[in-house]
Nanobody, 125 residues
């Protein structure tokens, strides 16, 4: 599975961005998908995740109410809509794919099998 993330950029605090992740898998709907982020000097942490159907989602506490994850299985795409951005959201954002249709482990970085290259999000104050 190849993943290509896009949509990052520079935005002022309070602004919005939408990240997209395109997947090459013919069986895209068999994968759970997650967005993770890594700031300089910090670990890569989960931001949001979604199961194969979109019926189950997970959000880190720091982004609840501001970010929305969604997917379009017909187009092999997963999105992360980010609103009310804060300087602390600045990081490289990665999309990742987790094999299987179970929702267990969606928030666990170690459960993901495939990773995209990352896209930089910078929020200025």
């Amino acid at each position: 599975v190849q993943l290509q993330a896009s949509g990052g950029g520079l935005v002022q605090a309070g602004g919005s961005l939408r990240l997209s992740c395109a997947a090459s898998a013919r069986t895209f709907s068999s994968y759970g998908m997650g967005w993770f982020r890594q700031a300089p000097g910090k670990e890569r942490d989960v931001v949001a995740a979604i199961n194969w159907s979109g019926g189950s989602t997970y959000y880190a506490d720091s982004v609840k109410g501001r970010f929305t994850i969604s997917r379009d299985n017909a187009k092999n795409l997963v999105y992360l809509q980010m609103n009310s951005l804060k300087p602390e959201d600045t990081a490289v954002y990665y999309c990742a794919a987790k094999g299987g249709r179970s929702s267990i482990g969606l928030a666990n970085r170690d459960q993901y099998d495939y990773w995209g290259q990352g896209t930089q999000v910078t929020v200025s104050s």
